[in-house]
Nanobody, 118 residues
Framework: QVQLVESGGGLVQPGGSLRLSCAASGRIFSRYVMGWYRQAPGKDREPVTAITSGGATTYTDSVKGRFTISRDNAKNTVYLQMNSLKPEDTAVYVC????????????WGQGTQVTVSS
């Protein structure tokens, strides 16, 4: 019913930047919270950032001041601008759509690899 497709990952040097995109299907994109998770080798998947339908954002402490989430509802797309990248940011980044009550469903993209290395 819902498909999320990420793009924009790649290999960058420490201190570099990447911009990830997540394109979502459907015409109800604007109603839901969108977010990015990441999973590094040997670690559990963790939430990175999220943005509400009204544009309020939240970030995990480790990325505050470096990452920015945004959304373009007309294009059914959410973005993650990543600046000042560190090796510890290396992970598969996965787009998430959360459908709230009464269903409380989560939809996930396939993920895009981000590697930060010199």
């Amino acid at each position: 019913q819902v498909q999320l497709v990420e793009s924009g990952g790649g290999l960058v040097q420490p201190g570099g930047s990447l911009r990830l995109s997540c394109a979502a299907s459907g015409r109800i994109f604007s109603r839901y919270v969108m977010g990015w998770y990441r999973q590094a080798p040997g670690k559990d998947r963790e939430p990175v950032t999220a943005i509400t339908s009204g544009g309020a954002t939240t970030y995990t402490d480790s990325v505050k001041g470096r990452f920015t989430i945004s959304r373009d509802n007309a294009k059914n797309t959410v973005y993650l601008q990543m600046n000042s990248l560190k090796p510890e940011d290396t992970a598969v980044y996965v787009c998430n759509m959360n459908v709230g009550p009464p269903f409380n469903l989560n939809y996930w993209g396939q993920g895009t690899q981000v590697t930060v290395s010199s």
